[in-house]
């Protein structure tokens, strides 16, 4: 054993172990926060959670956020409009102030959305967020359930963070409020957890998203700038779609950054399929698959960096299919990839807000460990 590969073993190994003490209740505010501080956590993560007072400072995630989506600061500012909501009853035509379609679709302007408590909301029609939204789940237990789910559609500058978004369903043709606060009509809906539509500057954080009709995440009809991080993918057959199909090329300038996510367990497809565009995918973990981890079509453009494959004890162990590059991914139990002949992906070219250190794939369980929605505590550690 070299001593490169020890040192990566023993830093992997004090990641974990920071990883338990942070949720030790027996540990103080302040020792956790010394001790996490540069270690366990993520990039993202780093930014924000380590500040006790992050209640107070809601705002301060906007400039955390990497990748393609750069950084939320269009969302923050002195004409931010601070909205909670205090009632889970859905109207998607007359939406009722206290309502999340009321703060997410009428209200017009930087809005920032949070919760007053858990609660179990039904939607009755998809939800159209509006541009220069933030849908803050942090402290509380907020799910989106048994019925439509979210879209975006025709908006920029979107924040979800925080939410439980499941057992989404069909939708037939209906009115709903849209974006702009104006009731539109809305064709069919398939039941994804998120859609987006010509959507633009996306940033999708710490969700936990299962067991959907159609799909739980789907980039499509021109949407580029986004970034997919901190989620945790479960109970699904089609996961995430980056591109809306083989004919649309406006897809061709899509760019995603997809990182940080948790993919499992019973994830069979997906993780991401893309067509036509751009894709960076790092530091992810992959717990299985039955047909492939990540594919592609329509000659795109997919750098895989960095990221953990562990194959399913039975089944399918190639998990690539065309379209797609390998950079420092590490493959367990079997695991193996097929890359796309005839040259090599373009690499990311990030901007300095956008750009982030991509670690060894050896530590993606650490990295990973937080993904999804957080249990933050109720009195200051997230």
Sequence with gaps: MTYQVINYILWCFVLAVVSVTMFNPKVSSASKQSKLEGLEMNEIDQCWRLNPEWRKHRSQLAKCSVGYVGKMTNNIGNDLIHYKVIDPSDDPINPKNGTLRYGASRIQGKVWITFQRDMHIRLEKPLLISSFTTIDGRGVNV????????????????????LRIHHCRPQAPGMVMGPNGEVIPLGQVDGDAIRLVT???IWIDHNTLYDCQDGLLDVTRGSTNVTISNNWFREQNKVMLLGHDDG?????DMMVTVVYNYFGPNCHQRMPRIRHGYAHVANNLYMGWVQYAIGGSMEPSLKSESNLFIAPTSGRKENGLVGIHSV???????ASFMETQGG???KPNYNPEQSFKVVDAKCVRSLTISSGVLRCSKTSIC
Excluded at 248 to 252: F, I, L, T, V
Excluded at 328 to 334: K, Q
């Design 199 to 201: 959507a633009s500057k």
């Design 344 to 346: 090599q992906v373009p």
């Design 248 to 252: 649309y090329m406006r897809d061709k």
């Design 328 to 334: 420092g991914d590490v493959f367990e139990n079997g």
């Design 143 to 162: 799910h989106i359930v048994d019925n439509a789910c979210l879209m975006i559609f025709k908006a920029t500058n979107i924040i979800i963070h925080g």
